[in-house]
């Protein structure tokens, strides 16, 4: 048998499997695939690494957040797991529902609702504006501070990005197809939020999108007329409000001395100062016995430092630390830009919510109130966050799943089947080139 036959008769033997293997698909499909089988698939594909990490710190918040709020619960509702702790659990088993369900749904689907999902952003933005509830001098919440639209924002300000970045990657150094474009959206999404006024989620919001117009390929001239830009905003912004210039005279201040700093970030240090390197035990703070405010949510890093110790936050830190390698390692993974970006916008997203809390935690910036991802008490906060997890697994399922019946018979459709060129001529993801193709 010559060569050419031979290379026949292998081509025969793959389109009759690949027959086979559409009839049995096809069944499979019309009936349902066995669930036994889907939870293989999905276990297969699942991330356990950032998985790993996301369990993790969702166990360590709700030991936290029963440690800050087992006292006042007891007072309050007359049991110890009373509304703040059963509340948590309740907003803990949602979010991973819904991290189930964007880990399963292919993540491009999403990216058709990315432009409307802004603009309802929006319209939910100025709604708070002025009909949303005052809590903490912030006209920020809906619903008895259970929703709160800046946190959406946050996650929208990545869906949206991520699906325009991904599509015109060859315009992103230009001004008027680039720059200005982006300006408009996360100045128009950051201005409602200080609106409320919300300094920190607004911060979040444009250091995120920035974050991935960078990766995108900006201009780097571009980005630090951007970034003097946006200082210049925030002097403006920092004059016009008296209390941010209170927080940052105190700031200032307690670089000469930590006891003229403010109320809240002494006593978050003074909580640090008890807990040691290995803390005072599980349950025995004191801090949150109404010295430290807010103990179950902005300050429960300091709870986590005071109980746990410096190893205990370390660890909390080092769990951060995990969560960005391998964030950013799913992007390099990604088939597509939208995935790409997705990932990187996510990672950068929970990093700097967290910096941003750890650092106002132990006096590097001034006070302002940021939850701790994963571990804080809060609905809204943590199940946007979990949702974004869900897509990053979804990102890295796409990425390693088998390819389907009709993909594989793509492929062969595709292929070229003259003897001397089998290579086929399109170019996929995770393809390299070849050194004959690198000579033509």
Same mark, same amino acid.
């Given at each position: 048998?010559?060569?050419?036959?031979?290379?026949?008769?292998?081509?025969?033997?793959?389109?009759?499997?690949?027959?086979?293997?559409?009839?049995?698909?096809? $069944?499979?499909?019309?009936?349902?695939?066995?669930?036994?089988?889907?939870?293989?698939?999905?276990?297969?594909?699942?991330?356990?690494?950032?998985?790993? +990490? +996301?369990?993790?710190?969702?166990?360590?918040?709700?030991?936290?957040?029963?440690?800050?709020?087992?006292?006042?619960?007891?007072?309050?509702?007359?049991?110890?797991?009373?509304?703040?702790?059963?509340?948590?659990?309740?907003?803990?088993?949602?979010?991973?529902?819904?991290?189930?369900?964007?880990?399963?749904?292919?993540?491009?689907?999403?990216?058709?609702?990315?432009?409307?999902?802004?603009?309802?952003?929006?319209?939910?933005?100025?709604?708070?504006?002025?009909?949303?509830?005052?809590?903490?001098?912030?006209?920020?919440?809906?619903?008895?501070?259970?929703?709160?639209?800046?946190?959406?924002?946050?996650?929208?300000?990545?869906?949206?990005?991520?699906?325009?970045?991904?599509?015109?990657?060859?315009?992103?150094?230009?001004?008027?197809?680039?720059?200005?474009?982006?300006?408009?959206?996360?100045?128009?999404?950051?201005?409602?939020?200080?609106?409320?006024?919300?300094?920190?989620?607004?911060?979040?919001?444009?250091?995120?999108?920035?974050?991935?117009?960078?990766?995108?390929?900006?201009?780097?001239?571009?980005?630090?007329?951007?970034?003097?830009?946006?200082?210049?905003?925030?002097? +403006?912004?920092?004059?016009?409000?008296?209390?941010?210039?209170?927080?940052?005279?105190?700031?200032?201040?307690?670089?000469?001395?930590?006891?003229?700093?403010?109320?809240?970030?002494?006593?978050?240090?003074?909580?640090?100062?008890?807990?040691?390197?290995?803390? $005072?035990?599980?349950?025995?703070?004191?801090?949150?016995?109404?010295?430290?405010?807010?103990?179950?949510?902005?300050?429960?890093?300091?709870?986590?430092?005071?109980?746990?110790?410096?190893?205990?936050?370390?660890?909390?830190?080092?769990?951060?630390?995990?969560?960005?390698?391998?964030?950013?390692?799913?992007?390099?993974?990604?088939?597509?830009?939208?995935?790409?970006?997705?990932? $990187?916008?996510?990672?950068?997203?929970?990093?700097?919510?967290?910096?941003?809390?750890?650092?106002?935690?132990?006096?590097?910036?001034?006070?302002?109130?940021?939850?701790?991802?994963?571990?804080?008490?809060?609905?809204?906060?943590?199940?946007?966050?979990?949702?974004?997890?869900?897509?990053?697994?979804?990102?890295?399922?796409?990425?390693?799943?088998?390819?389907?019946?009709?993909?594989?018979?793509?492929?062969?459709?595709?292929?070229?089947?003259?003897?001397?060129?089998?290579?086929?001529?399109?170019?996929?993801?995770?393809?390299?080139?070849?050194?004959?193709?690198?000579?033509?």
């Amino acid at each position: 048998m010559t060569e050419r036959a031979m290379y026949d008769a292998r081509q025969r033997r793959i389109r009759r499997r690949i027959r086979r293997g559409a009839g049995f698909a096809a $069944v499979n499909d019309e009936g349902g695939r066995s669930l036994s089988f889907q939870r293989r698939h999905l276990l297969a594909t699942l991330d356990k690494p950032l998985a790993a +990490v +996301v369990v993790l710190l969702l166990a360590i918040g709700s030991l936290m957040v029963f440690s800050a709020t087992w006292d006042w619960s007891n007072k309050t509702y007359g049991s110890a797991t009373g509304f703040f702790f059963e509340e948590h659990l309740r907003n803990v088993g949602l979010s991973a529902l819904a991290l189930a369900v964007f880990a399963t749904v292919d993540y491009r689907f999403w990216k058709r609702f990315a432009f409307g999902l802004l603009l309802i952003t929006i319209v939910l933005l100025l709604a708070v504006l002025e009909f949303g509830e005052v809590r903490f001098g912030a006209q920020r919440s809906f619903a008895d501070g259970r929703f709160q639209p800046g946190e959406l924002a946050e996650f929208t300000i990545v869906l949206y990005m991520a699906a325009w970045l991904g599509s015109t990657k060859t315009r992103i150094d230009s001004v008027f197809l680039g720059l200005l474009p982006f300006l408009l959206v996360v100045g128009t999404v950051s201005f409602l939020i200080l609106e409320q006024p919300d300094l920190s989620s607004a911060a979040i919001v444009a250091l995120t999108a920035s974050v991935m117009y960078l990766v995108a390929g900006a201009n780097l001239f571009q980005m630090a007329a951007v970034g003097g830009l946006a200082g210049a905003v925030g002097l +403006v912004v920092i004059e016009s409000w008296p209390y941010a210039q209170r927080r940052i005279a105190d700031f200032l201040a307690g670089f000469n001395d930590v006891t003229l700093s403010d109320y809240h970030t002494l006593q978050a240090i003074t909580a640090f100062l008890r807990g040691g390197w290995i803390g $005072v035990g599980i349950g025995h703070s004191e801090q949150k016995f109404g010295a430290l405010p807010a103990p179950h949510t902005d300050s429960i890093f300091a709870i986590i430092g005071e109980e746990l110790g410096v190893l205990g936050a370390a660890i909390v830190v080092a769990l951060y630390i995990v969560f960005a390698i391998r964030g950013f390692q799913l992007a390099r993974r990604a088939k597509d830009n939208f995935g790409s970006l997705l990932c $990187v916008g996510f990672t950068a997203w929970v990093i700097i919510q967290a910096l941003l809390n750890i650092a106002v935690m132990t006096g590097a910036i001034p006070s302002t109130g940021v939850p701790l991802p994963f571990i804080s008490f809060g609905g809204s906060s943590l199940m946007v966050v979990m949702i974004g997890v869900g897509l990053m697994l979804s990102v890295n399922r796409v990425a390693t799943r088998r390819k389907s019946t009709s993909e594989r018979r793509s492929d062969i459709a595709s292929f070229d089947r003259s003897w001397r060129n089998r290579r086929a001529r399109l170019s996929r993801a995770g393809d390299r080139p070849s050194a004959a193709a690198g000579q033509q």
